[in-house]
């Protein structure tokens, strides 16, 4: 068997079938095009990768990511795509097949099909940024939240609203002005870059040092009200559609 190649980044785009919310997601019509195709098109317009794979349990999942490019050369077990399956188990399969099958690189770059508006111009800075020797054991991107999680409760088992991180149920410090409370962020699945060495060495994916990479405001499918934003926002500049799929 040939000696795994040790170096290059590798895109992994998760895509198990089986979706609950919305039947199909990964391969839902956008714009025109099935959702991993917009994925699968910034990750090779990028020009960052050696390899772009695609994951998923459904030969029909496997046959389209292979028509837009991408490599789809194993089907995932189906205990690793249920609803339960976990990021580190899909990656770890991935790693362990890629490896055994003679490449093994250094940078696995996780790409989710459910956020597919991207710029590859930001894939690009992302792994550029992202450097080990830095401390930092991975890097995951993010933006700004439209209010801080300060600002957000939770509802005690007594029925009762409590801030989210207070030690009272007292509720009118929160309605305070927005400029009073700091900054928070969520993930969004645009770009995470990953060590695979780390991953290897601590059996986890992100550790504790992730490098934030902050995004514009970018759209994540969950559900169907996600997928009619995005048709919103194609409609509304239709240039986003030509600079990805020409």
């Not at 097949?97 to 790409?111: G, I, R, S, T």
């Not at 080990?132 to 600002?151: D, I, P, Q």
């Not at 409370?181 to 994916?205: E, H, K, W």
Request: with cysteine; glycine share 6%.
């Amino acid at each position: 068997m040939p000696s795994p190649s040790r170096s290059g980044s590798l895109a992994l785009i998760p895509a198990r079938s089986g979706s609950k919310g919305v039947p199909d997601k990964n391969v839902h019509d956008v714009g025109g095009y099935p959702m991993i195709s917009w994925t699968i098109r910034a990750c090779l317009l990028s020009k960052c990768f050696e390899r772009v794979v695609v994951s998923t349990d459904s030969p029909e999942y496997a046959e389209i990511a292979v028509a837009w490019g991408a490599e789809a050369p194993f089907l995932r077990p189906g205990h690793l795509a249920t609803e339960d399956s976990g990021d580190y188990e899909t990656i770890i399969h991935a790693l362990d097949w890629l490896k055994d099958n003679a490449f093994d690189p250094l940078l696995l770059v996780h790409m989710r099909p459910t956020t597919p508006l991207r710029d590859p111009a930001l894939i690009r800075q992302a792994i550029g940024t992202f450097d080990r020797a830095t401390g930092f054991t991975a890097l995951r991107s993010v933006h700004e939240m439209s209010e801080s999680a300060y600002k957000t409760f939770e509802v005690e088992s007594t029925g009762v609203l409590r801030a989210v991180g207070a030690t009272t149920t007292a509720i009118d410090a929160v309605n305070t002005g927005r400029q009073q409370f700091p900054p928070t962020y969520q993930a969004n699945g645009y770009v995470d870059v990953l060590s695979v060495d780390f991953i290897r060495s601590s059996g986890n994916l992100h550790g504790d040092r992730v490098e934030p990479f902050v995004t514009p405001s970018v759209t994540e499918v969950d559900a169907i009200d996600d997928l009619n934003y995005l048709e919103y926002q194609l409609a509304a500049d239709p240039s986003i559609v030509e600079r990805m799929f020409g």
